[in-house]
């Protein structure tokens, strides 16, 4: 078996920089809410097929929904994030799809401290994507198409849930 990716997209896809665009107009509530929404969704149902008792990554993410919500302060989402880091160590038993999870879920719980993991778990989050459904034998050529494609869908996301015209829109240095 080749040596498979932590991530997997690149900033060359043309999918990236109307996500880029689009993060940039939403403030880091609802940044963090999209992020929060589409790890719960997209990438904990992949840990949690190696790890059905686990529940750390679930509580997490709903300590940044609530966060978000203004409902608990910053320091307990930091601290909650600081507890997770070993997950992804702990989770190689599980496979890569499962590691890759736990990055993803664990990157962007943390949008709203740091607004520019609202793109990096995007790139855990293909991964832990493709590794889930294709599996680890597959082409370099179809990890890429597959991570292009998620991106689409998280795009999608984010469009369905951004506030028009919204009034603090992150600012972001990229540095990329």
Known sequence: MAKLRKMLGSLND????????????????????????????????????????DRQLRQLTDTASRCADG???????????????????????????AVAAARAVIT????????????GYLF????????????????AEDYDRFARQEF???????RAQSVPDEPNPVKINWNC
Request: proline letters at 9%.
């Open 14 to 53: 043309p999918e990236i920089p109307a996500l880029m665009a689009a993060i940039e107009t939403q403030s880091k509530e609802t940044l963090a809410r999209w992020a929060a929404g589409a790890v719960q969704t997209r990438y904990l149902p992949v840990y949690e097929k190696a790890f059905p008792e």
């Open 71 to 97: 409902e608990i302060p910053l320091s307990d989402l930091k601290g909650a994030i600081r507890l997770a880091r070993s997950i992804p160590k702990e989770a190689e038993p599980g496979g890569p799809a």
């Open 108 to 119: 962007g719980c943390g949008v709203f401290s740091t607004p520019t993991n609202a793109l």
């Open 124 to 139: 855990y989050g293909a991964a832990a994507a493709a590794y889930d459904t294709l599996g680890t034998e597959a082409s």
């Open 152 to 158: 689409q869908v998280l795009l999608e996301m984010l």
